[in-house]
């Protein structure tokens, strides 16, 4: 008698007979899905509650430490070169070298933020820069194109602007060109990294603690712009809107397109002009004054600049179809 085969079951090889259970065919794992900017601390499956918050920790952590290292290596090397004792009780380098020692300390922040994606939340220090992984050279590139005539046009129109407290511009004297020229450097040098890590820090680590634990990008975004507002200081109330306003466009850029380029380009475009104007003029290097101290006729040439830059990017943006989510992550 011939045994029919089960229509769903291949035959047994050696008798002709169905196989007693249909062959095991494993299941395919679901990918997860791609994530925006904001949640990229959860790109590697190892979130939990706590690392955003250690994180945050290490990072203020790192940055006093950072501080006070060049500091010390500052009076260590005054001490060698004799530098003077000023008032305070610390080495007086003049205005172009505290500027620089400055910048410097605000540079080395970066290292320390990516130290705390490494070590706190346990993924790669590239998903700070863009969904990408890394940055986006490129895209910043284009980016600082587009913002270099906006940036130039805006701070060219507020040195025509009477200031608000009456001084203009009449003051200003000539630097000399030896000090223009070592203060150009060192701005050159210094302030593409400190504009950098201001945004890491910011834009980056802080939307992307947030965003950890929040699935809105606003939510990420907001608070952000508030506290980099409130890290330049108090001056006017002007100022500080101003300082909110580039702090909402350049998260919302950095959520928009996917990473920090724009923002970084801006903020570099920015500090670049504006201290190289102000290494041309006498003592303008070693002023306490802040964009927290604008007035209200600067500020709204600023936010025009900002809104204008904002929409050229996003318009370009779409049309390079610059990638706003991770290709792929391995846990959600």
Known sequence: ????????????????????????????????????????????????????????????????????????VSEIAGAVLDRPVGKDGFRVWGGIGETGQGLL?????????????RWAQRRPAGTLSS???????????????????????????????????GGGSDGMEWAGMPDFLLGLAMVCVLVPFQAAAEEYAFRGWLVQAVGA???????????????????HGWGTPWGFADLVVFGVVAGVLTVRTGGLEAAIG??????LLAMGVSAAIAGALASDETAADMDGLSVAVDVAMLCGYAAT????????????????????
Not at 105 to 117: I, K, M, Q, R, Y
Not at 266 to 271: F, G, K, M, Q, S
Not at 314 to 321: C, V
């Open 105 to 117: 300390s605000l540079a080395l922040v970066t290292p320390v933020v990516f130290l705390a994606a």
């Open 1 to 72: 008698m011939t045994t029919t085969p089960h229509p769903h079951h291949p035959p047994h090889p050696a008798y002709g007979a169905p196989w007693p259970h249909p062959p095991y065919e494993p299941v395919p794992p679901v990918p997860a899905p791609p994530l925006p900017y904001h949640r990229l601390a959860l790109s590697t499956g190892r979130h939990r509650w706590w690392r955003p918050l250690a994180g945050t920790c290490l990072v203020l952590g790192g940055t006093v430490v950072v501080m006070l290292l060049v500091l010390l």
């Open 213 to 231: 634990w929040c699935r809105s990008p606003w939510v990420a975004v907001l608070p952000q712009a508030l506290l980099f507002a409130a890290a």
């Open 266 to 271: 801006l903020h570099v475009l920015n500090n």
């Open 313 to 332: 990017v996003l318009w370009l943006a779409g049309r390079h179809r610059i990638a706003t989510v991770s290709p792929k992550a391995a846990g959600a």
């Open 131 to 165: 969904v990408a992984g890394r940055l986006r050279w490129r895209w910043l590139g284009r980016c600082m194109a587009v913002g270099l005539p906006l940036v130039t046009a805006s701070l060219g129109v507020m040195l025509l602007l009477p200031e608000a407290s």
